[in-house]
């Protein structure tokens, strides 16, 4: 079966910073598309970040462009996202989702294009 797991979030002040991990079973992360999402009280889930099946080429949202970073460790079956210079408006519940039909090279900040889900995890960010 398989099954995404994040971990990672937590309170942090203004400018600090988060790392986010996104561990997979059942499946071989490597061989899917990747993306991270948050949802804040009130907005519809909105794409963060994204990463690619086969070049692992990678797309961010403008809002957190350089200061996000999204990696993957093929030995951990695992991908990251580390979080820098964190604002208030980073607050939400982060996911990361798994693509099952996108070709090598494709990626997508559209949430409704990906098919596995894990559970989210609280980050906070406030003095």
């Known amino acids: 079966q398989a099954h995404l797991a994040e971990s990672g979030g937590g309170l942090v002040q203004p400018g600090g910073s988060l790392r986010l991990s996104c561990a997979a079973s059942?499946?071989?992360?490597?061989?899917?598309?990747i993306g991270w999402f948050r949802q804040a009280p009130g907005k519809e889930r909105e794409g963060v970040s994204c990463?690619?099946?086969?070049?692992?080429?990678?797309d961010y949202a403008d809002s957190v462009k350089g200061r996000f970073t999204i990696s993957r460790d093929k030995s951990k079956n695992t991908v990251y996202l580390q979080l820098n210079s964190l604002k208030p408006e980073d607050t939400a519940v982060y996911y990361c989702?798994?693509?099952?039909?996108?070709?090598?090279?494709?990626?997508?900040?559209?949430?409704?294009?990906?098919?596995?889900w894990g559970q989210g995890t609280q980050v906070t960010v406030s003095s």
């Open positions: 990463i690619s099946s086969n070049d692992g080429s990678t």
């Open positions: 059942g499946f071989i992360l490597d061989y899917y598309a």
């Open positions: 989702a798994a693509n099952v039909w996108f070709g090598r090279n494709r990626k997508s900040l559209t949430p409704n294009e990906y098919d596995i």
